[in-house]
């Protein structure tokens, strides 16, 4: 494997080492690199046909990070996972997904050879779709409303106040839209929170409806708990290089909205009207 190029990403110095001198004995020119910021570096400015990378590292970040931005760099290298713990022979679907191999350490050199050459044989499976958090969201907005219902209906509380399906989910569309634009345009979590129109007339009907503050609080959380679902049934085709970072934002959005819907719950406005122009 003489022009087969290989990054390896490993934090432990001696297993980089020994492995990087293991490999370039066996023919392959090989690039190491020791924690996934330095990883990345490499990834956007050099072209692979090999990523092998330790699954467990410390600090930002872990080896489906670096797995994710091969596939955007280079959709036809080959990727493999090492990891210290056996139990990832089991490894889940979505993993899979992302990543050819899963192989666990410690490992024979020469079957880990083996193993890199037969992938590389076999080629890089199909390229896979993969989308943003946003994306998903918008996709399976009404999804994420019948799953919120669905946990709604099983609160006695809630349900206590008689409302159509309507009156319960109006507010919903425009909250998820808000939403898909907070990730979109990557407002920095904890910042200035974006106002939100929906979230101040939910607030303001809710109080007209005879929610009690408690009830406000149970339908927002319901509402991430529904969101992390339609997330969690698409984890086939979720980008893991922000997932974590897009998941936090999804709660300080939600969090925001709930601020602004129960600070209209709890102010005092003549009309509707007036409660829209301030916002």
């Not at 044989?121 to 946003?134: D, L, N």
């Not at 809710?206 to 708990?225: C, N, T």
Request: hydrophobic letters at 45%; a negative charge; one cysteine or more.
């Amino acid at each position: 494997m003489p022009n087969t190029r290989m990054l390896l990403v490993d934090d432990d110095e001696a297993i980089r080492s020994t492995l990087s001198n293991l490999l370039r004995q066996q023919g392959f020119h090989v690039t190491a690199a020791s924690n996934v910021p330095e990883a990345l570096k490499l990834i956007s400015s050099n072209a692979y046909d090999v990523l092998l990378s330790d699954l467990h590292m410390p600090g930002a970040g872990d080896g489906l990070t670096v797995v994710s931005a091969m596939r955007h760099a280079n959709p036809n290298a080959v990727t493999m996972l090492l990891s210290a713990f056996p139990e990832m022979h089991a490894a889940s679907h979505a993993i899979l997904l992302q990543t050819d191999q899963i192989l666990v350490k410690p490992m024979d050199t020469m079957a880990l050879v083996a193993a890199i050459k037969e992938r590389l044989t076999t080629g890089a499976p199909p390229a896979r779709t993969v989308e943003t958090v946003a994306d998903i969201l918008e996709r399976t907005v009404e999804t994420t409303i019948a799953t919120w219902y669905g946990h709604i209906q099983r609160d006695s509380k809630v349900m206590s106040v008689p409302l159509s399906y309507e009156q319960r989910t109006d507010y919903l569309h425009q909250a998820l839209g808000d939403l898909g634009k907070r990730l979109r345009w990557s407002i920095p979590i904890g910042g200035k929170e974006m106002p939100s129109k929906a979230a101040a007339e939910h607030g303001f009907n809710r109080r007209r409806h005879g929610y009690s503050a408690a009830m406000i609080v149970e339908e927002s959380r319901m509402l991430q708990v529904s969101i992390f679902n339609s997330l969690q049934q698409n984890l086939a085709t979720i980008d893991f290089s922000v997932l974590l970072t897009e998941v936090m934002t999804i709660a300080d959005e939600i969090d925001s909205q709930l601020s602004q819907a129960m600070t209209s719950y709890a102010a005092e406005f003549p009309a509707r009207g007036c409660l829209i122009e301030r916002m």
